[in-house]
């Protein structure tokens, strides 16, 4: 818990978590699709879905899919700066199960036509946590630098990743893995979040272990 | 650096050392964020500037998108200049600067969200005022900010601040009382008095509800922001006539979690119970969105 999180951010009124928090939702679901994106399917879960148009959650969403901050004036003016940066969207209503009340669920296609389905929160005062990426349940809130693994479900990988970090000098703050189905022909997704900034090589590296298939970094919020 | 699980935990851990609150929530922040205490204290000093931007943003007297806010600051500090306020200098300027600020935000300002943009009228207000009131100085004000967030991280661990998780006591009850700690330690007030006043504006904004006419930030917040700002200053007021809080801070910050987890989703900030759903917030919410919210 720290205290300018709690005393800030310096954000675009109205509201820090239907505003600020659907900026950085947005924003993340950019680093995580890791590209600029050209269509994005949005659906609102909870009070996200009762009064997203009077807290302009909609404008601060597409705000942070173009990758602006949420103390960005272009917030206002998103929808604009959306058709001239040629990001597609639509907005519809969705009722999830179990999920914090401001929930988004993102469906996302980017510039070279990667996908992404993404789901996340704004948990108050403008803090947010990504609950899913794809068919993994993840905890990811953007505080850190994080490195995403994703591998086969086989003895000895986590030990494997790690011993990268270790060469590296990297300190693992936390460490998240969620998995679909087992053993070989199961996956494996693991997050790391460290305490240092993330040398662009690292995946490179990582990806040569036998068993990796995918490997990205995810920037800070 | 020690976790701090309890207010009364700041304050043994600041008399065991022998500093201010201020001053050990700075290096606490220091030693949270991996940076130095010049460097924490110049971040704060920039969110200071920001919160009284809002003010004099929100001073203007613009409109919000809806129409319904905008203006009620510039019409008190008018009042207070043609001297028929009731109230004293300091609280005029209170209620005039955190009606402002929270104004701001309802246009889609910049402001700093203190704890949350909802409530991001209290502290500037406060702040503002003493500054000009009791001629504080910025290192004054960034130690008060600090103070402030102290108490703040103790609701975030033991509470919530978002108005859809607890209601409003969770963002104005907890934006009063941080504040009525600062200013009751900026202007002089012992640690047990300073956490006292935080205890005493949580004990009178338990329960209060979070609904938003039309789910827009500006009915009932705008003045709901006012109205806890000068709690805040009520109760600093009594601490200092040496009355104290018969229920410690740290427990009605257990308290406003507990009433939080029992409100029912229709008063936390879906716009679907309170006053968003009187006759008057209906036919708004239908005028601003042409439907029933």
Redesign the interface.
Request: aromatic fraction near 6%.
């Given at each position: 818990m720290k205290i300018l999180d709690i005393i800030g951010p310096v954000m675009i009124g109205p509201s820090s978590s239907h505003t600020a928090g659907a900026a950085r939702l947005g924003k993340m679901a950019r680093l995580i699709l890791g590209e600029s994106v050209v269509q994005a399917k949005i659906k609102l879960h909870g009070s996200f879905r009762d009064t997203y148009r009077g807290h302009g959650t909609d404008l601060a969403i597409i705000a942070g899919l173009l990758g602006y901050e949420a103390d960005d004036d272009r917030l206002r003016d998103s929808f604009q700066h959306a058709k001239e940066a040629g990001l597609e969207f639509s907005f519809s209503p969705v009722a999830l199960r179990n999920v914090h009340p401001n929930t988004v669920v993102f469906e996302l296609t980017g510039i070279s036509g990667r996908k992404a389905n993404i789901v996340g929160s704004s948990i108050g005062g403008g803090a947010i946590e990504i609950t899913e990426i794809g068919n993994y349940q993840v905890q990811l809130d953007g505080t850190y630098p994080s490195i995403v693994v994703i591998c086969s479900d086989v003895p000895g990988i986590l030990a494997k990743v790690a011993s990268v970090f270790s060469i590296y000098s990297i300190n693992i703050a936390l460490m998240k893995q969620s998995r679909q189905g087992k053993g070989a022909a199961g996956e494996d997704m693991m997050i790391f979040e460290t305490d240092q900034q993330l040398p662009d090589d690292l995946c490179t590296v990582i990806k040569r272990i036998d068993g990796v298939k995918k490997s990205f970094i995810l920037p800070s919020l | 650096m020690r976790e701090f699980d309890n207010y009364s935990d700041f304050i043994d851990e600041a008399e065991k050392q022998g500093m201010t609150i201020g001053k050990l929530?700075i290096e606490?922040?220091a030693y949270?964020?991996?940076k130095t205490a010049e460097e924490?204290k110049t971040?704060?000093q920039?969110?200071a500037q920001?919160m009284m931007e809002a003010v004099l943003d929100g001073l203007q007297g613009r409109k919000?998108l809806?129409g319904l806010v905008g203006g009620a600051g510039k019409q008190f500090q008018k009042y207070m200049i043609d001297g028929k306020a009731l109230c004293n200098d300091f609280y005029g300027k209170t209620l005039a600067y955190s009606l402002a600020a929270n104004e701001?935000?309802?246009?889609?300002?910049?402001?700093?969200?203190?704890?949350?943009?909802?409530s991001?009228g209290i502290?500037p207000g406060i702040f503002l005022a003493a500054k000009e009131c009791f001629d504080l100085t910025e290192e004054q004000i960034i130690d008060g900010?600090?103070v402030?967030?102290?108490v703040?991280?103790i609701?975030?661990?033991k509470a919530?601040?978002?108005?859809?998780?607890g209601g409003c006591q969770?963002e104005c009850g907890s934006a009063a009382a941080m504040s009525a700690v600062a200013l009751a330690s900026m202007l002089g007030c012992n640690n047990q008095a300073a956490s006292d006043a935080g205890a005493i504006v949580f004990k009178n904004l338990l329960g209060l509800v979070c609904d938003?006419v039309?789910?827009?930030?500006?009915v009932p917040c705008v003045k709901r922001n006012a109205a806890s700002a000068l709690m805040a200053l009520m109760a600093v007021d009594m601490v200092r006539a040496g009355i104290t809080s018969t229920i410690p801070l740290d427990e009605t910050i257990d308290a406003m979690g507990a009433v939080g987890a029992m409100m029912p989703?229709e008063l936390?900030?879906?716009?679907?119970g309170g006053l968003a759903v009187t006759p008057t917030g209906l036919a708004i919410a239908e005028r601003?969105?042409g439907k029933k919210?």
């Open positions: - | 929530a606490y922040e949270q964020q991996d924490v971040i704060m920039a969110r920001v919000s809806s701001a935000n309802a246009c889609m300002g910049r402001i700093v969200a203190s704890p949350t943009a909802g991001c502290m900010l600090f402030a967030g102290a703040g991280v609701i975030g661990k919530c601040f978002a108005g859809a998780e969770a938003p039309a789910g827009l930030v500006e989703a936390r900030e879906t716009a679907r601003v969105f919210s």
